[in-house]
C-alpha cells in the first residue's frame, strides 16, 4: 500500500485503472482496487441491492418526466438534486430490512 504525503492543494480521491485513491484526515492512501470475485453475498445484501436498483430507477423515471420532476421540484429545498432526494427518500429503512416507497 503506497501512501503519498498531500499538501493542501491535492485532493485525489476515487479509481484510476486499478488503482484506488482514499483520503484519511491529511494522507492520500493508493491500494489496488479489491478482488470481489470470490465474494459470495448473503440473500440480504442481494434483497438490498435489488431494492436500490429499483430506486434508482424509479429516481430516473422522475427526472425523465417533467411534469413529474417539477412536482418534485417544489418539495425540495433550492440547490438539491431531485435525483438524489427521491432516491435517498425511497429506501426506508425499517429495523433490519429496506423498503422502496414511491
Given at each position: 500500500m503506497?501512501?503519498?504525503?498531500?499538501?493542501?492543494?491535492?485532493?485525489?480521491?476515487?479509481?484510476?485503472?486499478?488503482?484506488?485513491f482514499k483520503n484519511y484526515g491529511d494522507k492520500i492512501v493508493?491500494?489496488?482496487?479489491?478482488?470481489?470475485s470470490r465474494v459470495k453475498p448473503s440473500r440480504k445484501q442481494k434483497n438490498n441491492r435489488n431494492l436500490f436498483k429499483e430506486a434508482v430507477a424509479y429516481a430516473k423515471k422522475i427526472n425523465r418526466t417533467p411534469a413529474l420532476k417539477q412536482t418534485y421540484l417544489e418539495k425540495i429545498k433550492k440547490g438539491q438534486s431531485v435525483y438524489h432526494s427521491r432516491s435517498k427518500s425511497i429506501c426506508v429503512n425499517t429495523g433490519n430490512t429496506y423498503h422502496l416507497v414511491k
Open positions: 503506497a501512501r503519498l504525503a498531500a499538501d493542501s492543494s491535492l485532493k485525489l480521491s476515487g479509481k484510476i485503472g486499478d488503482l484506488v493508493v491500494t489496488r482496487v479489491p478482488d470481489m
